[in-house]
């Protein structure tokens, strides 16, 4: 039989929490009293904590004016995956750059500037009429 120190009611051993840190492996408050305990406590940590960060725009959303800086050589440091994918495709096949500029102008590897390609399709001018092992872009994507 143990004693609760905050109800004050004399109750079985059983009655009380499981803790390895005392001597008897059990707590110092009933059940009871130790889930108000742990809700009181709950209530004022959250009551506390920091507001959560506002989230990214979701991956597949693409701010037109976002690309149109990447083009003109002023690329945000946060672009969307869907930005730089698009931003990708408007100066391979409008501008015709090669991809070491591509990945020169929006300051990514070149390896980014490949998969964002081949994930949109999209080829540089001087490879659009060519017979298929002729040029620079299709050796590389039939290696």
């Given at each position: 039989m143990r004693t609760c120190t905050t109800c004050r009611q004399l109750l079985p051993l059983?009655?009380?929490h499981r803790d390895r840190s005392r001597p008897d492996q059990r707590g110092y408050?009933?059940?009871?009293?130790?889930?108000?305990r742990m809700r009181a406590y709950r209530a004022r940590v959250r009551?506390?904590?920091?507001?959560?960060?506002p989230t990214r725009r979701p991956a597949d959303d693409v701010d037109q004016a976002a690309?149109?800086?990447?083009v003109a050589g002023d690329p945000l440091a946060d672009m969307t995956p869907a930005e730089r994918r698009a931003a990708v495709h408007v100066l391979t096949v409008?501008?015709?750059l090669s991809a070491e500029q591509v990945a020169e102008l929006l300051r990514v590897v070149t390896r980014t500037v490949q998969r964002a390609r081949t994930a949109t399709g999209a080829r540089p001018a001087a490879c659009q009429g060519c017979l298929g092992s002729a040029c620079r872009w299709h050796s590389r994507a039939a290696a």
């Open positions: 059983d009655a009380f408050y009933c059940r009871p009293c130790h889930n108000e009551a506390t904590r920091p507001r959560p960060r690309v149109d800086r990447a409008r501008e015709g």
